[in-house]
């Protein structure tokens, strides 16, 4: 537990990383009291502000938050943010973790009555916040909270069933009944009609209120496992037509199948069993995502759900299919969640999750489903509070990550990913052969050829514009109209990289690509070999390249360093460094921080202002190759041993 003191030394803690950089190694060892800090203080907030927005504990709107119709209850208040909430409030509860009471103002609040005025009120529709049940002729928000709802009051079990009536036990099965009459099986939401109906199967073995439908479960369980086009590596594709791998495959694929398991396992072994092999491949890797300071790769979408890339490892920890050391994973466990803090994922004054990554950076970040509830997501890692405190996760010394024991290169082979790791460094980088994008508003996160764990991405997420970090576009520069990937018709790991033949569609002009990436260290050198239709000689197309991008504060200078064809930007502030190279092809290298005027300053995940490397060529032929050199990394080498290198692999 706790005390005072304890609070304002980690609050003390987490301020000066937040003055600093959200990218330096994290310090504090104390595990236990860290991650109770942080539950602590995103639990207050919320408190305070469902207090705020009702005395029914069924709604919270958070200040200046985003409300979205579907993420709403039928009085206009918000419901996502108490059922992303109700799963890590239940495992506090259930492993009687203290305090247990917590003040409000002048009032006093027992965690487990505010779970039962949740419930009673939420699902009551009679109650002016009664969620209101989903509709029968379309998918619905309520189906994807709905999963969260059973799985919180399975984990609550009969000791808190009792306390709640019969009318009310019939009010939460009728709801959660409501939220499974349209299937969505095409995607991971059919997890959470699984989930749903998983509990109420359970609990109906001795609550006669419960009645779940077998059949359906059973129908879920089939569609999911369909989007596992191979056991190799456990990953699933998040379309059956499409090749879209993200952090779905943690915070879904893989903890939804463990929440069932966890209900519902035992008693269809030969499923669970199928589902546990590909799961324990999946966690193999799962460590060699995460750079030395906590942070992990970010890519792909919804990446305000943070550090729900925990869930799966904790539960499966939990559920003793972790199989590497305990003091590892609480290492990753606590760094990710410092990582994310110190990034500023916490609005202290308004006490609440903030729908973007940081308080300046990128406002694209909320796709168009995030309300101010969806951040809350990440809450469900909390279940590690299932886990006994006596457990040697919560006793051993934490271990080193892998990327601090030794540098890798560790292939993806079904999503066709390399994930690299340099020790001396301690980044984390992904490269991508074949990913895609559901819809084209999210291609910043999955068409870019790396993603880095210390070089956040910029995100746009606009059809017309594209910012050419860490990617090849082509730009009409009388009309500004400019598109990076907007299909791929093959991807394969190398030995020291990808290979991708791809085409960009730039309005009735289509461009075909074929680029390699070789990877050696953390440098990248990357042949292009582009073909454009004849018609587009005359149309001032110029094609762009662009390096990692370097995170720079409001009033930040940084340094430039420039000799014949090549480009050396270093933040003198985090002393992050990104070099660029033209080996051949390109006319210019010059420096970017603003890709365009209809484009706001703000582009990055992270930081208020970046600046990139760009390598421009004009379209002059039919065929073009290019070729560059790229060079990132949080602890660069000093410039003699930098350009010794690079000079190597310039002319390999």
Wanted: proline share 5%; with cysteine; glycine share 4%.
């Amino acid at each position: 537990m706790l005390n005072r003191r304890d609070f304002i030394c980690l609050s003390a803690a987490a301020a000066s990383f937040a003055v600093e950089s959200p990218f330096l190694h994290a310090t504090n060892n104390d595990s236990a009291a860290t991650i109770d800090f942080y539950f602590l203080e995103i639990l207050n907030g919320f408190l305070r502000n469902a207090r705020k927005t009702s005395d029914s504990f069924a709604v919270c709107d958070f200040p200046y938050g985003t409300l979205l119709k579907s993420c709403t209850t039928p009085s206009g208040k918000t419901y996502v943010s108490v059922a992303r909430m109700m799963p890590a409030l239940a495992a506090w509860v259930v492993a009687n973790k203290q305090p247990n009471a917590f003040r409000v103002g002048k009032e006093s609040f027992n965690l487990t009555d505010v779970l039962l005025a949740a419930f009673k009120n939420a699902f009551n529709p009679a109650h002016p916040d009664y969620w209101g049940e989903a509709p029968a002729d379309k998918p619905t928000q309520r189906s994807v909270e709905a999963a969260l709802v059973a799985w919180s009051l399975w984990q609550l079990g009969d000791d808190f069933l009792t306390k709640l009536t019969s009318s009310e036990r019939a009010n939460i099965n009728k709801w959660l009944a409501s939220c499974t009459q349209v299937p969505e099986r095409e995607n991971n939401h059919a997890w959470f009609t699984a989930i749903n109906q998983a509990a109420r199967l359970s609990l109906s073995k001795k609550w006669k209120e419960f009645s779940g439908s077998e059949e359906w479960m059973l129908a879920d369980l089939k569609a999911m496992e369909a989007l596992a086009k191979s056991a190799e590596d456990g990953w699933y594709s998040d379309s059956p037509v499409l090749s879209t791998y993200d952090y779905y495959n943690f915070w879904t694929f893989a903890s939804h199948f463990l929440y069932w398991n966890r209900i519902i396992g035992k008693s269809y072994p030969e499923w669970s069993a199928r589902f546990s092999r590909r799961l324990k491949l999946f966690l193999e890797k799962t460590p060699y995502f995460f750079a030395a300071n906590g942070s992990h790769v970010l890519f792909g979408r919804s990446l305000i759900y943070r550090w729900s890339v925990l869930m799966p490892m904790v539960e499966a920890y939990a559920q003793g299919m972790w199989t590497q050391s305990p003091g590892m994973l609480r290492a990753i466990v606590r760094r990710n969640l410092e990582f994310h803090w110190n990034a500023g994922a916490f609005d202290k004054t308004n006490g609440k999750l903030r729908e973007t990554f940081s308080e300046q950076g990128s406002t694209a970040i909320r796709e168009p489903y995030i309300d101010n509830g969806h951040p809350y997501w990440a809450m469900q890692a909390f279940s590690l509070y299932s886990i006994p405190p006596q457990d040697a996760f919560w006793t051993s010394r934490e271990e080193p990550l892998p990327v601090e024991r030794g540098d890798y290169r560790v292939r993806l082979e079904v999503p066709k990913m390399m994930l690299v790791g340099t020790k001396t460094s301690g980044q984390v980088r992904l490269l991508e052969a074949r990913n895609e994008s559901r819809r084209p508003r999210y291609r910043d996160g999955y068409h870019r050829f790396a993603y880095s764990s210390h070089f956040p991405f910029n995100y746009i997420a606009r059809e017309d514009r594209f910012t050419w970090d860490q990617a090849l576009a082509f730009r009409n520069n009388q009309t500004g109209l400019c598109s990076g990937r907007s299909g791929i018709k093959s991807g394969t790991l190398t030995a020291d990289g990808t290979e991708l033949e791809w085409w960009a569609q730039l309005d009735d002009l289509r461009f075909d690509v074929v680029t390699r990436i070789s990877v050696n260290g953390e440098f990248e050198k990357r042949t292009h070999v582009v073909t454009a239709p004849a018609s587009a000689l005359n149309k001032s197309i110029e094609i762009l390249e662009g390096s990692s991008v370097l995170g720079l504060m409001n009033g930040e200078t940084y340094e430039r360093t420039v000799k014949p064809k090549l480009q050396i930007l270093r933040s003198p502030r985090s002393k992050l460094l990104i070099a660029s190279w033209n080996v051949d092809g390109f006319q210019q290298l010059e420096a970017t921080e603003v890709f365009d005027q209809s484009i706001p300053p703000n582009v990055n995940l992270i930081y208020p202002r970046m600046v990139v490397n760009t390598l421009r060529q004009p379209l002059t032929a039919e065929r073009t190759t290019l070729v560059s050199l790229h060079y990132a990394s949080p602890r660069p080498l000093k410039t003699n041993e930098l350009m010794r290198q690079a000079a190597h692999l310039v002319t390999v």
